[in-house]
């Protein structure tokens, strides 16, 4: 089976750094990433990480390291509309080659 | 980026009623696409898997027969919830995946349908 953990909430302030982990423990690993949901939205794509290392787009960044089963977002330069729910997914190896969600990381920016 | 679109946003239907949700890719061909269900402050739960021209593969608990799935043609998907129940109440969401490796590790999603059985 397939699981991942992440924190369920993170809170912050305008302007500064977070780092959102995620931990997966899967069979048939391709790769992973991240979803920003804003409330009543539905999921965009933010991230994918395929090998081992950082991935830079604009103010999100993401990591993963394979042998640790590791990865994670971070997000700087804060702003009041990256207040969200973020997902980290794995994509499996299998018949459709889909993506298992993770629970989810409410995060609050504060002014 | 690719547009997914869902129809209809919202639906309100009385309890063992079918209701009808369709997918469809708009600028690209979809050759997989994926619906998921999502309660309150919860995860994406994967409820099955379609390929353009085949039959659904149904995640584990999921009803084939409770929420029908057709993926004509690799524009358009429907999820069909039939005989209803307040229980089936959710926000249900699809996604879309091109054929082309380079898109293969983003899905894009449609907007949602909430649905709500009375």
């Known amino acids: 089976g397939q699981s991942l953990e992440q924190p369920s909430e993170v809170t912050a302030v305008e302007g500064a750094i977070v780092q959102i982990n995620c931990t997966y423990q899967?069979?048939?690993?391709?790769?992973l990433s991240w979803y920003q949901q804003h409330d009543g939205g539905a999921p965009t794509f933010l991230s994918y990480?395929?090998?081992?290392g950082l991935e830079e787009t604009g103010r999100f960044s993401s990591f993963l390291s394979r042998s640790d089963s590791y990865g994670y977002l971070l997000l700087q330069e804060l702003q009041m509309k990256d207040s969200a729910s973020y997902f980290c997914?794995?994509?499996?190896?299998?018949?459709?080659?889909?993506?298992?969600f993770g629970p989810g990381t409410r995060l609050s920016v504060l002014p | 980026g690719a547009v997914v679109s869902q129809h209809p946003s919202w639906v309100i239907c009385k309890s063992g009623t079918s209701v009808k949700i369709e997918c469809r890719s708009l600028?690209?061909?979809?050759?997989?696409m994926f619906w998921y269900r999502q309660f309150p402050k919860q995860s994406l739960m994967l409820m099955a898997t379609s390929n353009e021209g085949s039959k659904a593969t149904y995640e584990q608990g999921v009803e084939k027969d409770k929420f029908l799935i057709n993926h004509a043609s690799l524009t358009l998907s429907t999820l069909t919830v039939t005989s209803a129940h307040p229980e089936d109440s959710s926000f249900y969401i699809c996604?879309?995946?091109?054929?082309?490796?380079?898109?293969?590790?983003?899905?894009?999603f449609g907007p949602g349908t909430r649905l709500t059985v009375l």
């Open positions: 997914a794995v994509r499996v190896k299998n018949y459709g080659q889909n993506f298992v």
């Open positions: 996604s879309a995946r091109g054929g082309r490796e380079s898109t293969y590790n983003e899905q894009f």
């Open positions: 600028d690209f061909q979809a050759t997989t």
């Open positions: 899967t069979s048939g690993f391709y790769g």
């Open positions: 990480n395929g090998l081992d």
